[in-house]
């Protein structure tokens, strides 16, 4: 492979390649900050995801005023109300559904993290790509 490509193995770190004169190519440190800081934000958001279905699930299950909790104790309920019922039901099903795929996602993500960008590389990436943003 020659030097100043880019090459990323799925879940192996990135080889981190010099110039000529023994410097370490910025358009490389650059690419692998911003493809680490990119998987951050994913994880980020996926956890945010993830609190937002179990926030809605859990407001939807115990808010003393949803016509769900009061529907669901009540005894003689009319048509309508059970099929409001079975609506609120369905939903409350389906964000219980998301929250697995979602949770494995997340936890993809962070084996991603620390197998390709081990903590000891970022370091390097960050210390050097300042050095050479510095000189310039």
């Known amino acids: 492979m020659s030097k100043g490509y880019f090459y990323s193995d799925p879940m192996n770190p990135p080889i981190l390649n010099r110039d000529s004169e023994g410097n370490y190519i910025k358009s490389q440190l650059e690419r692998i900050m911003r493809t680490y800081e990119s998987n951050l934000h994913t994880l980020e958001s ?10 809605i699930i859990e407001r939807k ?16 309920k009319t048509k309508e109300e059970q099929g409001f019922l079975d609506t609120v039901i369905q939903q409350i099903e389906e ?42």
Do not use: F, Q
């Not at 996926?46 to 926030?55: F, N, P, Q, V």
């Not at 997340?106 to 210390?127: F, N, Q, T, W």
């Open 46 to 55: 996926m956890t945010d995801k993830r609190k937002e279905l179990t926030d």
């Open 95 to 136: 964000m219980y559904m998301a929250l697995p795929r979602v949770e494995r996602r997340i936890r993809e993500a962070k084996r991603r993290i620390d197998a390709v960008y081990p903590s000891e590389l970022m370091e390097v990436v960050y210390r050097e790509h300042s050095k050479l943003r510095g000189e310039n």
């Open 61 to 76: 299950e115990t808010s003393k005023r949803s016509n769900y909790v009061k529907y669901l104790h009540k005894r003689d």
